[in-house]
């Protein structure tokens, strides 16, 4: 267990170097489910385990990291999803390195407002990533489970802010809150001591991340449709979470139908927005 | 103040010496493991150690023992992540200036330090000797206090910050056997009294201290806090505890209820 960190570090590089030691921990729930299924290591379906992994995005995190560190020479292809990861390290493997792992809800003991706002970015991740896969699907794409991930990581050094440095994380957040208007990359740099897609573009390249999170970061990719795909998921995961009447839906709506080629009370049925909403908007499509 | 670091954590480590270097700490060594603290502390000489409890090889209590019988004038802040309810109370017990559980923050283990820092400064000045006769006539004047602890770092703290606040520190002992002679021969206004102490308890003392010096109002100092501990000391004549790891702000405080309760 590390030191909470409750002042920022003098730029980016300081923190990937931070995060770089760190043992990353885990919620509760998976590594209940984990030890729940250690008996069935030998015979367990990777696509079970890897809907565990994916429900938690810092044990995401951990079976990346663990990828990188053990990888041999021989493996060059770039590994894009959490199941492919899993038959590469083996499942036998894969329980004997989560052992006694630390939890979040421990090390986040003394601080439930942090608690609270981490497990809001990880409801808002796991959102976002079921409407990526759901999109992505739907444009018959077959890179629909990185985009998946990509947008469940979108905000993961949000999520580490959270683990190991709560009082900071819960700081920016109270200072956006309070001046809308202030630009959340300025917020950061204040707060924190650097931007957070620094810290991230750093760890994507360390943690062997996927490189589709690295493209999510370059403004030159972002018209591409898988950037897109990932970052409407993003945008709407984050404005509904304020509610369904949030301001920015309707330019959100407009962009996602756009992508998916699909009519708005479609859309508004896909994402599952309140039955009013979709009568509503069916009743205008056909007057 | 020069600071060795002992945790087997090396991004705790690392941090720690970041931190407090930056904040005018000497970090003037970091260990993983307590195998060769003392030597070490020999030739480091440091003035604080923080101590992590689950260290490879022995764990944080038993190095904090060694500490504490060969270098009294060190102080200790013990961090630990072990989820035992009594854990901080046996660090107490055992000597631990500061204590602190994990996962703890940057200004959290600052506070601890600085709190530490300000015990020891009252006792290094209450250490150093007084001007001779104004010493012999303040002594007279000064409510007279006996410390018993079998800890010797915690009876030189409690000496230091008992004396900063004006009293007269008439003796000291290791033992409740000892606590109940001292208590005869001097009779003091206080009594400061450990609970675990060897050859007789603070417990067991009690009663007898209460016999010899009716008038000495005997103040329990204690790592436990228990609602069991408390009832029985008061119902055996305590006057009420002081927490360990001694902090100056609630002596003071209590020394003040104690000795002018109409104030």
Redesign the interface.
Same mark, same amino acid.
């Given at each position: 267990?590390? @030191?909470?960190?409750?002042?920022p570090f003098p730029g980016a590089n300081a923190w990937v170097e931070?995060f770089k !030691?760190? !043992?990353l921990p885990i919620l509760r729930l998976t590594a209940n489910r984990l030890a729940e299924l250690r008996d069935t290591a030998e015979v367990i379906n990777t696509r079970t385990l890897a809907n565990i992994i994916m429900h938690d995005p810092m044990m995401t995190l951990r079976v990346f990291r663990f990828m990188k560190e053990n990888r041999s020479k021989s493996q060059n292809a770039e590994i894009t999803t959490i199941e492919r990861a899993l038959v590469m390290i083996g499942t036998m493997k894969f329980f004997d390195s989560c052992q006694d792992l630390p939890i979040i809800e421990h %090390?986040l003991k003394?601080h439930p407002k942090a608690m609270l706002g981490l497990l809001k970015v990880i409801a808002r991740s796991r959102q976002a990533s079921l409407w990526a896969r759901d999109w992505a699907l739907l444009r018959q794409n077959t890179r629909f489970e990185e985009i998946a991930l990509a947008a469940l990581l979108h905000e993961f050094v949000e999520i580490l802010m959270y683990c190991f440095a709560p +009082?900071l994380a819960i700081g920016a957040r109270e200072r956006l809150a309070a001046n809308p208007s202030l630009r959340t990359r300025a917020v950061q740099e204040e707060i924190f001591g650097a931007p957070l897609p620094e810290i991230m573009r750093e760890l994507i390249e360390l943690w062997g991340l996927p490189e589709l999170l690295m493209s999510l970061l370059d403004p030159a990719d972002a018209e591409a449709l898988n950037v897109r795909n990932v970052n409407l998921a993003v945008d709407l995961a984050r404005h509904t979470a304020n509610g369904w009447n949030d301001a920015a839906l309707p330019d959100d709506f407009r962009a996602i139908e756009e992508l998916l080629h699909i009519g708005h009370s479609h859309l508004l049925e896909r994402v599952g927005a309140p039955e009013e909403m979709v009568a509503a908007a069916r009743l205008a499509e056909t007057s | 103040m020069k600071v060795l670091i002992v945790e087997d954590? +090396?991004?705790?480590r690392? @941090? @720690?010496v970041t @931190?407090l270097g930056g904040q005018g700490y000497t970090v003037v060594g970091q260990l993983e493991n307590g195998n060769t603290l003392i030597e070490d502390i020999r030739r480091l000489q440091p003035t604080i150690v923080c101590l992590d409890y689950q260290l490879p090889g022995r764990n944080g209590l038993e190095l904090l023992k060694d500490i504490n019988a060969g270098f009294p004038e060190i102080d200790v802040v013990f961090m630990t992540?072990s989820e035992d309810a009594d854990i901080e109370k046996r660090a107490a017990d055992s000597g631990a200036s500061g204590f602190l559980r994990?996962?703890?923050?940057?200004? %959290?283990?600052l506070d601890e330090l600085r709190q530490v820092c300000e015990v020891r400064q009252q006792a290094d000045r209450a250490a150093q000797p007084a001007p001779e006769a104004n010493g012999a006539k303040r002594n007279g004047t000064r409510p007279t206090a006996v410390i018993v602890d079998d800890n010797s770092s915690i009876r030189l703290v409690l000496k230091g910050v008992l004396s900063e606040l004006g009293m007269h520190i008439v003796a000291q002992a290791g033992n409740g056997e000892e606590a109940v002679r001292a208590a005869q021969i001097h009779r003091p206004r206080v009594l400061f009294l450990d609970v675990n102490m060897p050859v007789l308890s603070g417990l067991d003392a009690l009663p007898r201290i209460r016999e010899v010096s009716p008038e000495t109002a005997v103040v329990m100092v204690t790592g436990d806090t228990s609602r069991q501990l408390v009832q029985q000391a008061a119902g055996l004549g305590a006057r009420g505890y002081i927490v360990k790891p001694v902090r100056p702000a609630y002596v003071e405080s209590f020394l003040k209820k104690l000795l002018n309760p109409g104030s």
């Amino acid at each position: 267990m590390t @030191l909470m960190i409750d002042f920022p570090f003098p730029g980016a590089n300081a923190w990937v170097e931070h995060f770089k !030691e760190v !043992e990353l921990p885990i919620l509760r729930l998976t590594a209940n489910r984990l030890a729940e299924l250690r008996d069935t290591a030998e015979v367990i379906n990777t696509r079970t385990l890897a809907n565990i992994i994916m429900h938690d995005p810092m044990m995401t995190l951990r079976v990346f990291r663990f990828m990188k560190e053990n990888r041999s020479k021989s493996q060059n292809a770039e590994i894009t999803t959490i199941e492919r990861a899993l038959v590469m390290i083996g499942t036998m493997k894969f329980f004997d390195s989560c052992q006694d792992l630390p939890i979040i809800e421990h %090390q986040l003991k003394g601080h439930p407002k942090a608690m609270l706002g981490l497990l809001k970015v990880i409801a808002r991740s796991r959102q976002a990533s079921l409407w990526a896969r759901d999109w992505a699907l739907l444009r018959q794409n077959t890179r629909f489970e990185e985009i998946a991930l990509a947008a469940l990581l979108h905000e993961f050094v949000e999520i580490l802010m959270y683990c190991f440095a709560p +009082a900071l994380a819960i700081g920016a957040r109270e200072r956006l809150a309070a001046n809308p208007s202030l630009r959340t990359r300025a917020v950061q740099e204040e707060i924190f001591g650097a931007p957070l897609p620094e810290i991230m573009r750093e760890l994507i390249e360390l943690w062997g991340l996927p490189e589709l999170l690295m493209s999510l970061l370059d403004p030159a990719d972002a018209e591409a449709l898988n950037v897109r795909n990932v970052n409407l998921a993003v945008d709407l995961a984050r404005h509904t979470a304020n509610g369904w009447n949030d301001a920015a839906l309707p330019d959100d709506f407009r962009a996602i139908e756009e992508l998916l080629h699909i009519g708005h009370s479609h859309l508004l049925e896909r994402v599952g927005a309140p039955e009013e909403m979709v009568a509503a908007a069916r009743l205008a499509e056909t007057s | 103040m020069k600071v060795l670091i002992v945790e087997d954590n +090396a991004s705790m480590r690392t @941090l @720690l010496v970041t @931190l407090l270097g930056g904040q005018g700490y000497t970090v003037v060594g970091q260990l993983e493991n307590g195998n060769t603290l003392i030597e070490d502390i020999r030739r480091l000489q440091p003035t604080i150690v923080c101590l992590d409890y689950q260290l490879p090889g022995r764990n944080g209590l038993e190095l904090l023992k060694d500490i504490n019988a060969g270098f009294p004038e060190i102080d200790v802040v013990f961090m630990t992540g072990s989820e035992d309810a009594d854990i901080e109370k046996r660090a107490a017990d055992s000597g631990a200036s500061g204590f602190l559980r994990k996962p703890f923050g940057q200004k %959290q283990i600052l506070d601890e330090l600085r709190q530490v820092c300000e015990v020891r400064q009252q006792a290094d000045r209450a250490a150093q000797p007084a001007p001779e006769a104004n010493g012999a006539k303040r002594n007279g004047t000064r409510p007279t206090a006996v410390i018993v602890d079998d800890n010797s770092s915690i009876r030189l703290v409690l000496k230091g910050v008992l004396s900063e606040l004006g009293m007269h520190i008439v003796a000291q002992a290791g033992n409740g056997e000892e606590a109940v002679r001292a208590a005869q021969i001097h009779r003091p206004r206080v009594l400061f009294l450990d609970v675990n102490m060897p050859v007789l308890s603070g417990l067991d003392a009690l009663p007898r201290i209460r016999e010899v010096s009716p008038e000495t109002a005997v103040v329990m100092v204690t790592g436990d806090t228990s609602r069991q501990l408390v009832q029985q000391a008061a119902g055996l004549g305590a006057r009420g505890y002081i927490v360990k790891p001694v902090r100056p702000a609630y002596v003071e405080s209590f020394l003040k209820k104690l000795l002018n309760p109409g104030s």
